[in-house]
């Protein structure tokens, strides 16, 4: 049981460029989401799904894309990729409301 | 008024002081309450959640004023295993999601 995985660890990215973070998990959990974490910003919510085919809009959802086709997977796609995008992203899943949520590893992504 | 606010410290304690984390938030509507510990460069992990009743976990004591929506941690003992940042984290009734504070920094020196 792996619980929550990114790919990759680590990324660099030129102004424009796009790419997918992947996330996956295997505990079947219902809820993922994936946040940002900036230094003296906290942790900030992009996007959530509650399930195979729903997903929603979290604080910060701007340049950033997801789809969930899928029960253990939900991607963040980064459209055109800014320097305001460098950041630690966290991939984050939940089996219920109100319980608690697993992350993962995280990427660190830098855009110059 | 922010949605979850944690003293930002850094709290600088020696091994063996009691320290006490406290938090704010501003949802009475909130349900569920967590502290989280991240270590450096590391992903966020539970630490313990909190229940109206207040719990304790072996040195880690959690408590809850739903009145005053207020949120606390004590920590007994400290090790310098206990050095990491301690985020408050609520939830909203029937949500999903996550509310994180900025968290607070501990290290506990030798």
């Known amino acids: 049981n792996a619980g929550v995985t990114q790919t990759p660890k680590f990324q660099v990215l030129k102004t424009g460029q796009s790419m997918t973070l992947q996330c996956a998990q295997d505990m079947n959990h219902e809820y993922m989401s994936w946040y940002r974490q900036d230094p003296g910003m906290g942790l900030r919510l992009i996007h959530y799904s509650v399930g195979a085919g729903i997903t929603d809009q979290g604080e910060v959802p701007n340049g950033y894309n997801v789809s969930r086709s899928t029960t253990e997977d939900f991607p963040l796609r980064l459209l055109s990729a800014a320097p305001s995008q460098t950041s630690v992203y966290f991939c984050?899943?939940?089996?219920?409301?109100?319980?608690?949520?697993?992350f993962g590893p995280g990427t660190r992504l830098t855009v110059t | 008024r922010k949605e979850v606010e944690q003293d930002p410290g850094p709290f600088n304690v020696p091994e063996g002081a009691t320290v006490a984390f406290n938090c704010t938030y501003s949802n009475s509507a909130s349900q569920s309450f967590f502290w989280y510990r991240q270590d450096c460069r590391k992903e966020p992990k539970l630490l313990m959640s909190v229940y109206s009743s207040g719990n304790e976990d072996g040195r880690f004591t959690a408590q809850l004023n739903r009145a005053s929506q207020y949120i606390s941690l004590l920590i007994r003992d400290s090790k310098l295993s206990d050095s990491a940042t301690y985020l408050c984290?609520?939830?909203?009734?029937?949500?999903?999601?996550?509310?994180f504070g900025k968290g607070t920094k501990l290290s506990v020196i030798p």
């Open positions: 984050a899943s939940s089996y219920g409301q109100g319980n608690e949520q697993y």
């Open positions: 984290v609520v939830t909203g009734a029937g949500s999903y999601q996550l509310t």
